[in-house]
């Protein structure tokens, strides 16, 4: 997959959040998800946006998982929702910060 240009939105970030958004490496791949450790879905689509009560109903689809093909990194341990952005433009997007 193409690395997608680089993100220049203004996220109304604290200088706090700024700090470490900034330790970070940047996600280069919209959509790049894994649900639970089963399945890596290169491809997602969108089928409802929940504003009120955040939440987003999702299909994802591509290959199996294999452990031999696609080793484990780092676990995600938690969302920060407190920074959380939700867009809802002609390509709604949602911003969070991963606690790994």
């Known amino acids: 997959m193409a690395q997608e240009e680089e993100d220049v ?3 109304n ?3 706090e959040q ?15 998800c894994e649900f639970g450790s089963y399945s890596r879905c290169p491809e997602v689509k969108v089928l409802s946006i929940d504003q009120r009560n955040f939440k987003l109903r999702s ?4 290959e199996e998982f294999s452990l031999s093909k ?9 969302i920060t929702y407190s920074a ?8 709604p ?5 991963i606690d790994i």
């Open 9 to 11: 939105r203004d996220y």
């Open 13 to 15: 970030l604290t200088e």
């Open 18 to 32: 700024k700090a470490i958004k900034a330790k970070y490496p940047p996600v280069n791949r919209k959509y790049e």
């Open 59 to 62: 299909i994802g689809w591509g």
């Open 70 to 78: 696609h080793p484990q990194g780092t676990e995600v341990k938690a």
């Open 84 to 91: 959380m952005q939700v867009y809802n433009e002609e390509k």
């Open 93 to 97: 997007e949602v911003f969070v910060i």
